[in-house]
């Protein structure tokens, strides 16, 4: 399915402290978890795992 989609999977990418911070902001503005990972090049399941764990109790 990615490879139908013309992105490439990079499965050892992972966001830095700062890329993280950007990614939740931008989540935060209301950018899908879709356009944030393709932004990152980050597999949208992991982003997503990661914004679960990013939201406040």
Do not use: C, Y
């Not at 935060?28 to 764990?53: K, T, W």
């Amino acid at each position: 399915m990615v490879e139908q989609e013309g992105i490439e999977r990079q499965t050892s990418q992972k966001l830095s402290p700062e890329q993280r911070e950007e990614a939740f902001r931008l989540l935060d503005e209301g950018v899908s978890q879709r356009q944030v990972a393709q932004q990152f090049g980050v597999n949208p399941e992991s982003l997503r795992r990661l914004a679960m764990r990013h939201k406040p109790s």
